[in-house]
């Protein structure tokens, strides 16, 4: 019941072979040249470098603030027990 049903005739059916009327170009086109400068370069580097101060700048002023408001609330909430 489990077992395989080979088919009686093992021997497979003739292969079509498909011709292109038109055979595409063995070689492929050249792809533009991309340069890239020194100039680009240190102009990326200088972006990131200058990104990544202002996401730094951005984080700390965050923590201070939030700090600052933790700080804020725990003196109004002494001086409003008082």
Request: net charge neutral; charged share 0%; no cysteine.
């Given at each position: 019941m489990f077992l395989p049903q080979y088919p009686d005739n093992p021997t497979p059916p003739p292969a079509h072979r498909h011709v292109p009327a038109d055979p595409a170009p063995l070689a492929r086109p050249a792809a533009p040249a991309v340069s890239v400068t020194t100039g680009a370069v240190v102009a990326?580097?200088?972006?990131?470098?200058?990104?990544?101060a202002l996401l730094a700048a951005v984080a700390v002023t965050a923590v201070s603030v939030a700090v600052a408001a933790v700080v804020l609330r725990s003196l109004l909430r002494d001086h409003h027990r008082r």
């Open positions: 990326l580097i200088t972006g990131g470098v200058v990104l990544t």
